[in-house]
Structure formats: C-alpha cells, structure tokens
C-alpha cells in the first residue's frame, strides 16, 4: 500500500483505534471507522462522476464533517482540493477558477457566487452517517491509492498584483506538517482538539491532520464562535488544544477572569498564528491558562509552520516568533542574498521540506520568489545568538485584518473600472480597537466630489469583497500622494489622510 | 454607562446603539442596513465579526451571553439582536 494522506491518517489504525471517536458535532460522535466508511463512501459518490486522478475540485463549505470528509476522499482518489471560503469575494473565486480550471465544485449549501462549473451538493445525515442521495456503496481500492509526492491541495494566497496564486501541496508535505505539529504540540490518541479556525486555511487544516494522525479526536464548536461558545465547548467537551489567530485571543484577554476560571482544566496547549502578538499578551495568556502552554507559530500558505515558539520553554523569547522547526532552514538575507549579522534586520528567507514547490499554473511568480535557491517570504526579521527569529514587519504593503493577509491590489481591482473615480488607493491602517492588527481604508478622489455617488460605489464592494477586505472608511482625498520619485505613497497617504486627521477629509 | 441607564434602556434605543456599532464598523450606511437585513447570510459579518458583537454587546450592554445564545435565530439581524438585548435587560432588572 502507498504512502499518502488517507493510508497514513486513517487507514493506518488498528482494530482498537477504529472503535475511537474521531469526530464530535454537537450530539454526535463518529468513530474512526465511521469516517473511513464515509470516505470510502463519498469516494464513489464523488468519484463516479469522472476520474479525478490530477482534477483540480473546488470544496466550498463552511467547517463541518462533511469538509474533513470529502477532502479525503477526493486526495485519496488523486484528485487536488481546492478549497474557497464560501464568504470569499467574486473577482477572488473569478481567477481561482480560471487558474485552476476545476471540474466541478462540491458545496454543503447554495453558492453566494455564479458559475459555469458543475456544482455537486455534498450532504451527510449525521444520525445515519450516509452521505445523502448516495445508496451507500464504498469504494478506493489501497493499491490505487496516490504516492507521497501528489499534489493533494492548492491553497490560494494573496497576490501583490491583485491576483492570487495557487501554492500547490503534496501529500508529502502535507504529512510532514502533521508529523512536525502533533510532535511539538505533544498530541496523543486522548487529545481532543477543538476546530474553530477555518479547514480552507492550512491553520485549521493541518490541526485535523496533526490530530488525526495520533489518534486524537476532532470536536467542532456546539453553536456559533464566541468568546462565550469556546469557553462552554472547552469544558464540556474536555478541549485540550485549539489553534486561533490573534483577535481571538485579544478578545479572549478581554473577558473577566472569573469567567473562565475553572473552565479549561484540560487544556493543554493553544497554538496562535497569522498576526503578531505581543510579549505581554502572550504573558497573560498563559496566567490566565496555567495548565495550558502557549506555542506560537510562524509560518505562510506556502509553507506552514515553519517556526514555532515554546513559550513555558522559552519565557524570555516571547517577543519573538521562535526557532526553525524540524527540517527547516532560515536566512535573514539582505538584498543579494547576504546573511546578515546577528541582531540586524533583513528579509526572513526559508528552505524547507513543507515548502511548496510552486504555484499552479503561475511558474514565473514562482521563480520571482526564489532568490539564490531560498524562498523569499517578503517577511523582515532580525535572528538572535540563540538562532531565534523576531518578525518585524513587511517589505511591501501587504494587508493583516485579523489574521487574512491581502495586498491592497485585491481590492483596488474593484475599483479600477467604477465610473466617476479619478484615482484611488487602498491601504492598512492600524486598527483603533486593537483586536484586528490593521483595517483596510480606500482612499478615493471623485471625478466630481459634489457628484460622486458613494452608496453605489459602497453596495458595489459589498457585493464583491470578502468582510475583511471591506474598506472601513471611505475617505475623500484631494489627491493621492507621490513619492519624491513620483510613485504613488500609501504610506504619505496613511500619514496625511489616515486615523488621527480623517475628519478633516470627509471621512464617514 | 451607568448599568442603571442601560437596564432602562428602550428596545429603539438598543437597536440605534447597535445599528451605529454596525455602520461603524461594517463601511454600512443607514439607508442600506435596515432592521430586518440578514447579518448571516448576506456578506455582512463573518465569524471574527460575531465574536466582536457578542463583547460588544456584553460591554455596552451589561449582559451576558451563554453559549447557546450565540446562535443563528438571535443573530439573524438587528431586529432579532435588540429583542434578545432587551429580553436579557428585562430579566436583570
């Protein structure tokens, strides 16, 4: 039997883990003979309609059981998922089409978007665990399972032109991740992990990996994510582990003590990623849990968990964003790919096994981000004598709105074709309240400012970008700022036109 | 505010407070967000924005939400949100 994703996560068990629940969802309980039945299942269910053997297949559905199970059974048939957030914007969801070229897509709901692919309704009836509309007949043969080196996911991340690129991810690599998380994070056949970070991102994917590999159990949340719903799940259902980006915890922080005392009597770890937390924030994080450990990590689409961060082990380290995992290389380069001293700033450049080794359908892109045989992350950091990495901010103009990162591109390209525009500019500004690290902004100069018809221009965003790329403020500027060089400035612009002088704009 | 002031507080008054935290917050302007818009379903909040209308609600408002109070039936839109604002004040006064 080959290596891949579903041989080694699943198939892998013994007569006595079978019996084990893999999967909790608010009454019910799959056990990890239920799963790989349902995999099996859905495998012949999806597989029937053509050979998906190098198929891209997009999986727009919110989390669920029905995600963790179609994801196997697409990869163990050959096929790569490719996932989309069902709330993703239109000109998003446009290009990953048309990059990918996918031969249906697989939902649990109706679409939010149009589209001429094929779209297949993907349901399963919890209190049977059969797939609906499915007479129930398995399938996926073990000698025909994929090889470690097949490409199983496509994870599309930002663009700095506004089009977004397809990070394509073996079984190999995806494997290798689970391996690296479930040994750091300590995961067993008890742990119980608690999934509120979206299964399309690889933070969320790679938890069900981790756990599944050790023998863990998956429980997804009992209503809708709240402070109040976490800490409920975290005792009732015994958590030990959950992964979030920063708001959460920021929130988290928040919440009166008292509220969670005694609450979280197992949890044992939280792993934390995407946007930068403080040292502080990371110290009260772990009074407030003091059973639990606290690892942050760092890491890309395109190469997820690369650094982890102990924080127990390493109390000192907090302001930074830990040590190379297994396998992992880093540099902090200059701009001809020097390394640079020890406590100096310069770009963080990676090498590493997890790294994806291209993005679909896009190899100049690719190339352009290869420099001197190590993946230039756009990330600057600092390294320090003990080989600990800190993060101190961007090259370019990238976007962080509570842990989706976006180049401002992706949203200027809403705007390119509206009428009654003579210029505009979308940027990050920090955010007020301190939960989402930064919001978009857009800075618009009308045609005719006495004219222009901001609500259409408003409803048209709506209908087309994601929350988090949801401009905030719409300011009305007199002009766009250049640079001495003539290039137009987010930076002039944040600083003339940003939070502290707004109103003086016509901000709303 | 003075929890006495907010345990007063008219249903009219609830629903302003959190139309004004929406249009705030989500780019909204009045005349687009109407009482009965549906905050799920539509591309107006995503989950990080129902974790922060629950703290502001429980801020603004002095109650507190359970666990199975976070669900789709109060959170289907500002109508729903301010019945369930002032049912929990009611049941504090």
């Given at each position: 039997?080959s290596?891949?994703l579903?041989?080694?996560?699943?198939?892998?068990?013994?007569?006595?883990?079978?019996?084990?629940?893999?999967?909790?969802?608010?009454?019910?309980?799959f056990?990890?003979?239920?799963?790989?039945?349902?995999?099996?299942?859905?495998?012949?269910?999806?597989?029937?309609?053509?050979?998906?053997?190098?198929?891209?297949?997009?999986?727009?559905?919110?989390?669920?059981?029905?995600?963790?199970?179609?994801?196997?059974?697409?990869?163990?048939?050959?096929?790569?998922?490719?996932?989309?957030?069902?709330?993703?914007?239109?000109?998003?969801?446009?290009?990953?089409?048309?990059?990918?070229?996918?031969?249906?897509?697989?939902?649990?709901?109706?679409?939010?978007?149009?589209?001429?692919?094929?779209?297949?309704?993907?349901?399963?009836?919890?209190?049977?665990?059969?797939?609906?509309?499915?007479?129930?007949?398995?399938n996926?043969?073990?000698?025909?399972?994929?090889?470690?080196?097949?490409?199983?996911?496509?994870?599309?991340?930002?663009?700095?032109?506004?089009?977004?690129?397809?990070?394509?991810?073996?079984?190999?690599?995806?494997?290798?991740?689970?391996?690296?998380?479930?040994?750091?994070?300590?995961?067993?056949?008890?742990?119980?992990?608690?999934?509120?970070?979206?299964?399309?991102?690889?933070?969320?994917?790679?938890?069900?990996?981790?756990?599944?590999?050790?023998?863990?159990?998956?429980?997804?949340?009992?209503?809708l994510?709240?402070?109040?719903?976490?800490?409920?799940?975290?005792?009732?259902?015994?958590?030990?582990?959950?992964?979030?980006?920063?708001?959460?915890?920021?929130?988290?922080?928040k919440?009166?003590?008292?509220?969670?005392?005694?609450?979280?009597?197992?949890?044992?770890?939280?792993?934390?990623?995407?946007?930068?937390?403080?040292?502080?924030?990371?110290?009260?994080?772990?009074?407030?849990?003091?059973?639990?450990?606290?690892?942050?990590?760092?890491?890309?689409?395109?190469?997820s968990?690369?650094?982890?961060?102990?924080?127990?082990?390493?109390?000192d380290?907090?302001?930074?964003?830990?040590?190379?995992?297994?396998?992992?290389?880093?540099?902090?380069?200059?701009?001809?790919?020097?390394?640079?001293?020890?406590?100096?700033?310069?770009?963080?450049?990676?090498?590493?096994?997890?790294?994806?080794?291209?993005?679909?359908?896009?190899?100049?892109?690719?190339?352009?981000?290869?420099?001197?045989?190590?993946?230039?992350?756009?990330?600057?950091?600092?390294?320090?004598?003990?080989?600990?990495?800190?993060?101190?901010?961007?090259?370019?103009?990238?976007?962080?709105?509570?842990?989706?990162?976006?180049?401002?591109?992706?949203?200027?390209?809403?705007?390119?074709?509206?009428?009654?525009?003579?210029?505009?500019?979308?940027?990050?500004?920090?955010?007020?309240?301190?939960?989402?690290?930064?919001?978009?902004?857009?800075?618009?100069?009308?045609?005719?400012?006495?004219?222009?018809?901001?609500?259409?221009?408003?409803?048209?965003?709506?209908?087309?970008?994601?929350?988090?790329?949801?401009?905030?403020?719409?300011?009305?500027v007199?002009?766009?700022?250049?640079?001495?060089s003539?290039?137009?400035?987010?930076?002039?612009?944040?600083?003339?036109?940003?939070?502290?002088?707004?109103?003086?704009?016509?901000?709303? | 505010?003075?929890?006495?002031?907010?345990?007063?507080?008219?249903?009219?008054?609830?629903?302003?407070?959190?139309?004004?935290?929406?249009?705030?917050?989500?780019?909204?302007?009045?005349?687009?967000?109407?009482?009965?818009?549906?905050?799920l379903?539509?591309?107006?909040?995503?989950?990080l924005?129902?974790?922060?209308?629950?703290?502001?609600?429980?801020?603004?408002?002095?109650?507190?939400?359970?666990?199975?109070?976070?669900?789709?039936?109060?959170?289907?839109?500002?109508?729903?949100?301010?019945?369930?604002?002032a049912?929990?004040?009611?049941?504090?006064?």
């Amino acid at each position: 039997m080959s290596e891949n994703l579903f041989s080694d996560l699943l198939l892998s068990k013994n007569e006595k883990d079978l019996g084990q629940p893999a999967v909790l969802l608010e009454n019910y309980t799959f056990t990890y003979a239920d799963i790989i039945h349902l995999i099996r299942t859905a495998a012949v269910y999806i597989g029937s309609k053509e050979n998906l053997t190098g198929k891209r297949i997009i999986l727009c559905m919110p989390n669920g059981p029905e995600y963790i199970i179609a994801f196997f059974a697409i990869t163990a048939l050959g096929g790569i998922v490719v996932p989309i957030e069902p709330r993703t914007g239109q000109q998003r969801i446009r290009i990953i089409i048309e990059q990918t070229k996918p031969i249906f897509i697989l939902c649990t709901d109706s679409l939010k978007f149009s589209s001429d692919i094929p779209v297949i309704k993907f349901v399963i009836d919890y209190s049977l665990k059969k797939i609906r509309n499915h007479d129930g007949s398995t399938n996926i043969q073990s000698e025909n399972l994929p090889g470690l080196e097949t490409p199983a996911l496509i994870l599309f991340s930002s663009g700095s032109t506004g089009s977004p690129k397809g990070a394509i991810l073996t079984h190999r690599q995806l494997l290798k991740i689970a391996n690296t998380l479930s040994e750091i994070i300590g995961m067993d056949c008890f742990h119980r992990e608690y999934l509120i970070a979206p299964l399309t991102h690889s933070g969320g994917l790679q938890r069900v990996t981790s756990t599944l590999l050790r023998g863990g159990c998956l429980v997804f949340p009992s209503s809708l994510i709240s402070i109040p719903t976490l800490i409920n799940d975290i005792e009732k259902f015994s958590i030990n582990g959950f992964f979030s980006s920063p708001p959460m915890i920021k929130m988290l922080l928040k919440t009166p003590p008292d509220r969670i005392k005694n609450k979280a009597l197992n949890l044992k770890s939280i792993e934390i990623a995407s946007a930068p937390l403080t040292s502080s924030e990371i110290s009260k994080l772990l009074e407030l849990f003091p059973k639990a450990n606290v690892f942050f990590q760092y890491g890309l689409t395109e190469c997820s968990r690369a650094l982890i961060l102990d924080s127990r082990k390493h109390p000192d380290k907090l302001h930074t964003v830990g040590k190379p995992t297994d396998g992992v290389q880093v540099k902090i380069a200059d701009a001809t790919g020097n390394r640079m001293p020890i406590g100096d700033q310069g770009e963080i450049q990676l090498k590493a096994e997890q790294l994806t080794g291209g993005f679909w359908n896009n190899s100049d892109e690719y190339r352009s981000k290869i420099k001197h045989g190590w993946f230039s992350t756009g990330d600057i950091g600092t390294e320090d004598d003990e080989g600990f990495i800190s993060y101190c901010g961007r090259v370019d103009d990238l976007i962080n709105c509570g842990g989706n990162s976006y180049f401002p591109a992706e949203v200027e390209i809403e705007v390119k074709d509206l009428p009654g525009i003579k210029d505009y500019m979308v940027a990050g500004v920090p955010d007020p309240q301190d939960i989402l690290t930064q919001i978009p902004w857009i800075f618009i100069v009308p045609t005719n400012p006495d004219t222009w018809d901001m609500l259409s221009f408003r409803s048209h965003l709506h209908k087309s970008l994601p929350s988090h790329m949801m401009p905030r403020k719409i300011v009305i500027v007199p002009k766009i700022p250049l640079t001495d060089s003539g290039k137009p400035s987010r930076k002039l612009a944040i600083k003339l036109y940003g939070p502290k002088t707004s109103e003086q704009h016509g901000t709303n | 505010m003075d929890p006495k002031q907010v345990s007063s507080m008219e249903p009219t008054e609830i629903k302003q407070k959190i139309h004004r935290y929406l249009e705030d917050n989500y780019s909204y302007q009045a005349n687009e967000l109407t009482d009965t818009t549906d905050l799920l379903d539509g591309y107006v909040i995503d989950s990080l924005g129902i974790i922060q209308i629950v703290m502001f609600l429980e801020t603004s408002f002095g109650c507190e939400f359970n666990a199975n109070d976070v669900n789709a039936d109060n959170f289907k839109n500002i109508n729903t949100l301010s019945e369930f604002v002032a049912g929990q004040l009611k049941k504090d006064r």
